[in-house]
T-cell receptor
């Protein structure tokens, strides 16, 4: 069975601080995909990033960066110089390779509040 | 182009009544997923459709829940004899292929409240 753990439930930072959101996963699959989604107050889930299990290269996109480490089964997300617009619930998710295994298993989510 | 749409956006019903929730996936997307987001359970998978294949119903919480997908496009999730614990946001997502590497695009959800 697949499992995603987001141990942090709520994080509050002041604008311009850096913040890291942790994600630990469990799977028996050798091929799998990891995702981060953002859910702003409007409620719609917004895709942020997808990584496959064979690519441990870290990725940076503007103020966002992701650190994937298979050795620790972690896929952490860092926001640099946070802004008020980053306030949202962030979900880490895991899926298998194909077919019915492509369904997403989500963590419980982390509520990030960025104060001005 | 148009994204995933869901209707209604909000539904309030009385305990014991049946409800139908609709999802219009992105045109051409062969895979369709239903998820449920509730305070107690977080985001959880309900059912998955791929083309004309038999759906994966492994996430449906009880036999009061059913879903169909007509013509490989629109999907309807039906909840019979609704209970208060069914109150949640029901999310639909579609994907161009049935692979984990393909992004799932989510609709805005239907907020169901069972009184």
């Amino acid at each position: 069975a697949q499992k995603v753990t987001q141990a942090q439930t709520e994080i509050s930072v002041v604008e311009k601080e850096d913040v890291t959101l942790d994600c630990v996963y469990e799977t028996r699959d050798t091929t799998y995909y990891l995702f981060w989604y953002k859910q702003p107050p409007s409620g719609e889930l917004v895709f942020l990033i997808r990584r496959n299990s064979f690519d441990e290269q870290n990725e940076i996109s503007g103020r966002y960066s992701w650190n994937f480490q298979k050795s620790t089964s972690s896929f952490n997300f860092t926001i640099t110089a946070s802004q008020v617009v980053d306030s949202a619930v962030y979900f880490c998710a895991l899926s298998g390779y194909t077919g019915a295994n492509s369904k997403l298993t989500f963590g419980k989510g982390i509520t990030l509040s960025v104060r001005p | 182009g148009a994204g995933v749409s869901q209707s209604p956006s909000n539904k309030v019903t009385e305990k014991g009544k049946d409800v139908e929730l609709r999802c219009d996936p992105i045109s051409g997307h062969t895979a369709l997923y239903w998820y449920r987001q509730s305070l107690g359970q977080g985001l959880e998978f309900l059912i998955y459709f791929q083309g004309n294949s038999a759906p994966d119903k492994s996430g449906l919480p009880s036999d009061r829940f059913s879903a169909e997908r007509t013509g490989g496009s629109v999907s309807t999730l039906t909840i019979q004899r609704t209970q208060q614990e069914d109150s949640a946001v029901y999310l639909c997502a579609s994907s161009s292929r049935t692979s984990g590497r393909d992004e799932q695009f989510f609709g805005p959800g239907t907020r169901l409240t069972v009184l």
